[in-house]
């Protein structure tokens, strides 16, 4: 799972140990090359389910991180392309991969942006929020679109209750709670707060419209479910 080039469990635990914006800033130098970096795979998929929506002019990363999603925005959105972070390592990575993009300093939760963007996307980070941030969350997403702009996300089918991904996610999040009990400043990134349902009533209680589409070159399970959909809010 992690490479040579990638952080030593020394390194890790340091930046599990400290704050969201401060672990980030630790990693950032080698946050590629480790497994929380979107993959390269499910950033083409979502590439390409978006050209089916499209076209799209000025596009939003949300905690861009090193900038994974600029790389989709760049592909689909004919306008100025921008990312969104709190880590100023991250930042910095980010700047090196896409010197074209608008790279912007500030936490999610407090988005600084007039209603202009035609397309939002994020990924790999809604963990970082607990559901009553989600709510606030969406509804920055939701302000800094224009009127009929689109918010998407990818979000993968929940693992089989009882399958090994399930208990390996349900013991991570329960190792976090045991840590955030007992440490400060907390850590928050959690694998099971980001539910389909929760997620749709919040989007539409923010003043989204929600549809889903099949991610399908990620292919479908057994019972013929798409084993990752992309989350498509509109701006009413
Ligand atoms: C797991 S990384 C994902 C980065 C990138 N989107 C990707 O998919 O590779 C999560 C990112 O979210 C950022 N982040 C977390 N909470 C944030 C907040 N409240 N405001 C801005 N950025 C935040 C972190 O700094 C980090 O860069």
Redesign the pocket.
Known sequence: MFTPQGPSLRELTVQALSS??HG?DLLASK?DATP???SDRLLTAVTSTLETLGPFDSGL?????????LGVLRSVCAGRITG????TG?LTRARNAHPTADLVR????ALPFAPAFDLAV????FG??LPADQRT?FAQVHAALRPGGTFAFPLPAPPPVGSRLYWTLWGFDAAMRVRNAVWRPPFVMYYRTFRLADVRTRLEATGFEVSLTAIEPLGRREDGSPHCRLVVARRK
């Open positions: 969201v914006e980030y946050f929380f970096r979107t990363d949300v905690c861009c991180g090193t900038g994974a999603g969104v972070d709190f880590s991250m500030a936490d999610a939760l994020s990924f790999g980070a970082h929020f969350l």
